[in-house]
């Protein structure tokens, strides 16, 4: 069985200050990973994935994560946080035939001016 | 091009009547998936199709709860005899196959409020 746990339900970080998101992950076998985004009130886009290629992924926006297999770990990082980076974060795991996704709690993002 | 869109985006009904959701995919994904997002189980997997067949409907919670896909495209989820635990957004997300590498790409939902 897999599974996805996000370490923090919230984070409230300063505009222009660092951003990290913990995920850590645990399955039988090789993961694909992601990271998905959700704004208030529109659908989930996906920031990045990891699917056994390089270890550092870089995403849209500014976003890239760091898949560690010896921590079972995927967390979620940007340099410099901007307003418009306010939402809910999902790290999502795969490994199953059919691509059944299976979602962490998600992590609420709050940026202060 | 056209991404997934679901219909309706609301929906409100009495416990008890049935309710049909409907997701149409992006052209040419021959995998679609049905998940819910309720605020006490977060996102949960329901079903998937590769293109008319479900291999995966264990995410279903009861046998009030069925879907079907016709054509390889448009999929209907359809919930009999609500129940106000039913209250959710019914999120259907597809993609080009169903193999794990691939990224599922999201509608915005129907949000379904049972009174």
């Known amino acids: 069985a897999q599974s996805v746990t996000q370490l923090d339900s919230h984070v409230s970080v300063s505009e222009g200050t660092p951003v990290l998101l913990r995920c850590n992950y645990s399955s039988s076998y090789s993961p694909s990973l992601f990271w998905y985004v959700q704004h208030p009130n529109k659908g989930l886009q996906l920031l990045l994935k990891y699917t056994s290629a390089a270890t550092l992924v870089k995403g849209i926006n500014g976003f890239e994560a760091e898949f560690k297999k010896s921590e079972t770990s995927f967390h979620l990082t940007k340099p410099s946080a901007h307003m418009s980076d306010a939402a809910e974060y999902f790290c999502?795991?795969?490994?199953?035939?059919?691509?059944?996704?299976?979602f962490g709690g998600g992590t609420r993002v709050l940026v202060k001016p | 091009g056209a991404g997934v869109s679901q219909s309706p985006s609301n929906k409100v009904t009495e416990k008890g009547k049935d309710v049909e959701l409907r997701c149409d995919p992006i052209s040419g994904h021959t995998a679609l998936y049905w998940y819910r997002q309720s605020l006490g189980q977060g996102l949960e997997f329901l079903i998937y199709f590769q293109g008319n067949s479900a291999p995966d409907k264990s995410g279903l919670p009861s046998d009030r709860f069925s879907a079907e896909r016709t054509g390889g495209s448009v999929s209907t989820l359809t919930i009999q005899r609500t129940q106000q635990e039913d209250s959710a957004v019914y999120l259907c997300?597809?993609?080009?196959?169903?193999?794990?590498?691939?990224?599922?790409?999201f509608g915005p939902g129907t949000r379904l409020t049972v009174l």
């Open positions: 997300a597809s993609s080009l196959e169903q193999y794990f590498y691939n990224e599922q790409f």
């Open positions: 999502v795991v795969s490994l199953n035939a059919g691509n059944k996704l299976t």
